[in-house]
Structures are given as C-alpha cells and as structure tokens.
C-alpha cells in the first residue's frame, strides 16, 4: 500500500483486502475489495453487495482504482488528507471516508486498492450492524454526502427528494418485517438532514469552488435494481458487465 502511494503522485489513499476474521475466506462487510458508488449515491463493495458477501477466491486480487476507501483499513497521504479538509467531523463512524474519498476525487485524486495486502475485520465494532443507531447515521451521512459532492445534470433538489422517497421505500420493509425502531431511524435522520440544511449547502458551496473531474468509480445504473429486481448479487455480474 505505502509503494503504491510513494510511486503514484496521483494516488492520494490505498485499501486493502479486508476479509473476516470470524470466516477469513469470505469478504468484510466494511470495504471487501474497495468501494464504490451507484448513480443515485449508494455506497457498495467489490465483495459485498448490501448484506451479500462472497468468498475469496482470487477474483479480486490485482491492484486497481476504485471509487473509495474503507475507513476500516486506509492509507492516505497526509498532504491530500489536509488539503480537502480531513473527515468532516459531523459524520461521526459511517460514511466519512466516502466522503472524503469524493472530495479527493473532485479535484482530481485516484484512489486504490491493493489486494497484495490483506487484513482481517472483526466488525461492529462501534455498533452492530442492525441497530437502529447505525441506520439513523447511514442515512443521514448518506443524505450530506450526496449534498455536499453530488454533480450531474439533475438538479440537486430533485436528486435529494428522488433519494429521500427511495429511503422511505426502504423504511416500509422494515414496517412489514416489524422493525419500527430502525423506521422511525430514518424518520429521524431525514428530519435531521432537513433541520441542517443551511449548513451544509454552505460546505457544497465551498467544495463547489474547486473543479469537478471525471468520478471513475461510479456504476451508473442503480445496484437496488439490480440487486433486488433482477437478483444480481456480485459485483462481477453488475459493474464489470456494465462497462463492457
């Protein structure tokens, strides 16, 4: 990771491997083999597609750029880390590294996995993946995320409420599988996006002043369809076919 970072000027953070220390064949929830993003700013794993992992079997051994970098496992060049601003501290534990992989990205920066080098995860370390917490910070760092970095043709207000109607979508499952405090988690964080709104239109307008470059990286469908529509659950079956 350090070699690539020292023989790259344009390489600003590395990944690595991250696979499971419970099952050390199977992929990490937190990274796998680098992040990426869909078209409506969904964060995803070559590794793990939502809750799907895949097994280790080489397939994502050689080294390449990706769209993020896991916070659990990143080295990152302390003169790009302070140049965008370091994490945004009103993150808190979920999402602040996609966040600033973005930022780096926008002004031209690659990031990179390495699959030569491995590390294994324990998880949930901060909070289980199924606590009401951790949906509440998902989806309100998810919402700032896209606020402050989201650049395309569609303005962004409709962007936000395309994604805010899509979240819902998504709490109604949890309605019907009798999970309600994860619901009102949503509830809660879209509220919270809203009640912050000044604030963070001033952080976009401040990135916004530094240019935008092209996002390699980005898949651009969307992984919910594919995902749960069309029952592509390996980031082989939907990224790299895209791109063919």
């Known amino acids: 990771m350090v070699k690539i970072l020292e023989n790259n000027s344009d390489i600003s953070a590395v990944q690595p491997k991250i696979l499971s220390h419970k099952n050390k064949r199977q992929f990490e929830y937190a990274g796998a083999a680098g992040g990426f993003i869909d078209r409506l700013g969904y964060p995803f794993c070559r590794g793990r597609i939502f809750d799907h992992l895949e097994l280790d079997n080489g397939q994502y051994d050689k080294h390449s750029e990706i769209f993020w970098s896991s916070g659990a496992c990143m080295a990152i060049k ?21 966040d600033l992989c973005w930022r780096l990205k926008n002004i ?22 199924n606590a009401p917490r951790k949906t509440y910070l998902n989806y309100r760092n998810n919402l700032w995320m896209i606020h402050k ?6 303005p962004l207000f409709l962007f936000i409420l395309l994604r805010m109607i899509l979240d819902q979508i998504s709490g109604i499952k949890l309605i019907l599988s009798g999970n309600f405090n994860s619901y009102f988690s949503i509830l809660k964080a879209h509220f919270y996006y809203l009640f912050t709104l000044r604030k963070t239109q001033a952080k976009r307008v401040k990135l916004s002043k530094k ?9 651009n469908n969307s992984t919910i369809w594919d995902y749960f529509f069309l029952g592509k659950k390996e980031f082989s079956k939907i990224f790299i076919s895209s791109q063919k």
């Open 108 to 129: 031209g920066k690659s990031i990179f996995y390495s699959g030569e080098s491995v590390v294994y995860h324990v998880g949930g370390g901060t909070l289980k993946y």
């Open 211 to 219: 240019h935008f470059k092209s996002l390699s990286g980005c898949y």
């Open 78 to 98: 302390a003169k790009d880390f302070n140049n965008v601003g370091g994490f945004d501290e009103d993150f808190f534990a979920h999402m602040e590294e996609i």
């Open 149 to 154: 970095n989201y650049k395309s043709n569609l």
